[in-house]
């Protein structure tokens, strides 16, 4: 008779009229794939919302996998019934005596009536569930205000639902739903952040990370494929474009212009990405800048390193802080990565004074005076090696591999 199944509700997206079967859709399969370890469970749709009925598979399992999952925004354990009054009371009784119920545990209850022929209105549900609840637990009193408890009970039509937890998850819209983008992935904390930010935005993304051997190692790339590899735990399977940057990036160190070294690189990354980005179909570049973060992230800077490009540039931590940008790293598991120490082309042949306010003209002469720059470009971009990663796949570094190791 009675089923214990997990409510997940689903987000702001349900507003898009015609994309909402879509949507719907897209975050049904997105769940079917994760439950696939848990043959037992089973998903029933309801407008707006998804039950999980559990069968005996563990809840607090399926709710940690679960919370992260694009378009659900909360997730309630929920007990199932008949919905026919003395099943609604017992249900409750038995849901509280799984509650930790201590002398003065204060509690309400908050019924709705969504089924309208349901003989008590939710107003007379409040006190029907409330006396006996309070006869069986002597200990308990009531608080509208701010109960420890809230005992809330959802009659419908096929169904009661009784729960008193709801679960913040991550929201957003359902995987891929807005399209597909290019993120520039570094092996920092902050760009893999940026590249989650827009996945949860419902954007597919394809990574494109630049290197430079012999000046960065295979361990540094390696780092960035692992990174892209968490990003794939979220995505399904992720695409990243290796570019070697190393003949690029040097005919910039020739050019007796230190200070616009990093001014260069970054327009140079943004050329060969929306030449990738084409080739693949991707309608914008996403990175990892946040403002006045370092001296290629000032305003004046973002304005000439943008103009290398016709596409939308998506800063998704553009007015976020240092330490926002770590909490969410940690939170979606790619910050151990990122501080492992390895070097980054852009961290190589930094300048002891890069330019904070990059004059555009000259730059665009500089650029112009390097013979080749254009074919140097070219041939990044058709010597790019392409990898996909798919969800599940195990990280190839940790933390502790590193710590006997010498680096230059
Ligand atoms: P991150 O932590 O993401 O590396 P950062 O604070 O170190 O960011 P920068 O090194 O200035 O900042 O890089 C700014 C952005 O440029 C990065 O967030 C990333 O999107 C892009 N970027 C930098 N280096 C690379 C690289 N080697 N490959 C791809 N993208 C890069
Ligand atoms: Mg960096």
Redesign the pocket.
Known sequence: MKSQMLLLRFGEFTVKGKNRNRFDKTVIDHVKSLLKPYPRAKILKEYGRLYIDLNGEPADELIAILKNVFGIVSISPVIQTAPELQNIIDCALEFMSEKNIKDGTTFKVNARRVWKEFPHSSQEMNHLLGSPILRNFPGLKVDVRKPDIELRVEIRQHAAYIFCEVIQAVGGFPRGTNGKAM??????????V?GWSSMRRGLEIEC????SFPYTSQRAKDKVIDLARVLAGYAGEIKIHLVP?TEVQTSFTQVGQDNLI?TLM?RA?LRIATQLAEREGALAL?????LG??A??TLPSMNVIGRATDLPLLRPLVMMDKEEIIRLAQQIGTYEL?ILPYE???TLFVPKSPTTNPNLRIVEKVEASIHELNNMIAEAVAKTETMVLRAGEAVSLSGDQVINEEWF
């Open positions: 993120l520039l992935l570094s092996g920092g904390i902050d760009s893999p940026a494109v990370h630049f290197f940057f990093i970054r990354m996403v990175t990892g800048d946040s973060q370092v290629s992230q990122s980054d082309c852009c």
